[in-house]
């Protein structure tokens, strides 16, 4: 059957996101159809249980089953239940004879599951898409029949990814609620991790989305608030927050053939490593061709594109270790200053350069242009057609130490007295000054804002869009302002 110049479209724009498209035309010499769908659907149904025994034990349970359709129809649904408690211990009779600067004492630990269903729309089931790419022939009035084609496989075995984390602790007050303590230690543990993963190439596709492996997450959480100095005309407040995270993939059933699927821009995960780890090749400086070399696993050299999956290395992660923030604030009678200092330790990023093709690069001066170069160059030849920037990008020579420390927010603020105001009928007038960005510290060699390389995660970027040099930094602000109230 043919249709001419028809059109069917159905949209339905609720919080389930679903819309379909259909387009058929047909016209002597010329006849294929298109279409698309997407569809995101979520059903939950959940109970809680609170109980709290004289403010001295406190008890909540609660059941979530929640439904998604990225599964099949035997996946869809999943449990997940938590359990947390509290025990106050300076609310029991045995604590009435406790110090004076002792004020409260609290201990906590809870368990719980959560999952995760972001891998798109119908990743359980084949999809089509039409086209006139495949031909079946032309009929006696000169139309063309189209087809359609597979554009993924089926996996009806896809089930959520969940995650299961175990939290201890505790929240102390000392000295008149003058210093407040709180400590958690975290464990996660994450299964079914979604991914994809490659194939037999003859099924007519390279990779499928599958439950591929376990992640853990352990780590520390400390944060400390004090008053200082508390007295009627000056008061000196700091909040210091402390944050430590272990991360391991623990199993990653991932098939990597190539070093390329090794030695890329975006972090990968990668079984007995850190999450979001950089693997690439140990630089062994230039030939006398100005060729980039790296070291085998045996440490010869050889060139890096003559290099194996054997001869990748692991480079650290893209992922923080360590997350610090210090802040102070001061009042004397009417004037307050406040500033803040926030540092992430422990990590790394891809570094910019020239690698023989990209010439508008600011290190291409600093390359190899004749033998005996090799001495005290690092950067290689410039040519066309060059292997070297498939590979030099990723190679430690390039990879740099992202740890930095920021003067984040300093404010100076003036609050004009009350008695001033009240002949114009005014409650609060408060003039400040804040500036933010204005002073960053960070790792030797490091001549990018690594918070910027941070943000320039998404993928977006690749051995042509370096991950911080390209990207705008962080630049110093500063604002003047006058607030009110009546």
């Keep these: 059957m ?38 995101h659907r979520m059903a939950s149904v959940f109970g809680r249980l609170n109980y709290n025994y004289d ?6 349970l ?13 996946n869809q649904y999943a449990y997940f239940p938590s359990v947390s408690a509290g025990w106050t211990l300076t609310n029991e009779p045995f604590m009435e004879n406790k110090p004076g600067w002792f004020d409260f004492l609290k201990v906590r630990g809870s368990w719980g599951q959560n999952g995760n269903e972001k891998i798109g729309s119908f990743g359980y089931t084949t999809t089509m898409t ?42 102390i007050a000392l000295f008149d609620n003058r210093i ?25 596709f390279s990779s499928l989305t599958k439950n591929v492996g376990e992640m853990q997450n352990n780590g520390v959480e400390f944060s400390v608030n004090a008053d200082i100095i508390k007295k009627q005309d000056f008061v000196w407040n700091s909040v210091f927050n402390f944050s430590y995270n272990k991360n391991k993939v623990k199993t990653y059933n991932v098939t990597r053939m190539y070093t390329s699927q090794w030695a890329s821009m975006a972090p990968i995960l990668a079984e007995g490593y850190p999450a979001d780890a950089m693997f690439g090749f140990k630089y062994a400086g230039l030939n006398d061709k100005g060729e980039a070399l790296g070291y085998s696993a045996n440490g010869e050299k050889d060139r890096l594109a003559n290099l194996t999956t054997d001869d990748i290395i692991y480079l650290g992660t893209v992922r923080p270790k360590y997350d610090l923030s210090f802040t102070n604030a001061f009042k004397y009678k009417n004037v307050q200053l406040s500033f803040m200092f926030i540092a ?43 292997t070297e920037h498939w590979y030099f ?30 002949s114009v009928g005014v409650n609060n007038v408060r003039a400040y000054f804040q500036a933010r960005n204005i002073w960053t510290v960070t790792a030797k060699g490091t001549d990018i804002d690594p918070e910027t390389a941070q943000v320039n995660m998404t993928g977006a970027y690749n051995n042509f869009t370096e991950q911080g040099f390209t990207s705008l930094p962080l630049r110093p602000e500063f604002y003047f302002g006058l607030s009110f109230s009546f």
């Design 55 to 60: 403010e001295r034990y406190m008890l909540e």
């Design 130 to 171: 039409g086209g006139n790419n495949y031909s079946f022939g032309v009929s006696s009035n000169g139309v063309i029949h189209s087809g359609t084609k597979p554009t993924s496989l089926a996996n009806p075995d896809l089930r959520w990814e969940k995650t299961k984390t175990t939290n201890i602790g505790a929240d």
């Design 62 to 74: 609660t059941l979530r089953r929640d439904g998604s359709s990225n599964f099949g129809r035997n």
């Design 180 to 204: 407040n303590l709180t400590f958690d230690y975290y464990l996660k543990n994450s299964s079914d991790l979604l991914a994809r993963d490659a194939i037999d190439p003859t099924t007519g």
């Design 344 to 386: 992430k330790l422990g990590h790394q990023y891809r570094k910019d350069g020239f690698y023989g093709m990209n010439y508008q690069n600011r290190h291409v001066a600093d390359r190899w242009q004749k033998p005996g170069d090799e001495a005290t160059k690092k950067y290689p030849q410039l040519r066309s057609g060059s």
């Design 393 to 422: 990008p990723y190679t430690d020579f390039l990879t740099g130490n992202a740890s930095y420390m920021k003067l984040r927010d300093v404010t100076l603020a003036y609050t004009f007295p009350k008695h001033w105001l009240s």
């Design 2 to 39: 043919i249709v001419k110049g028809t059109a069917l479209n159905l949209r339905a724009e609720d919080d389930h996101k679903a819309w379909i498209d259909f387009t058929n035309s047909a016209s002597p010499g010329d006849q294929h159809s298109e279409g698309g769908a997407t569809e």
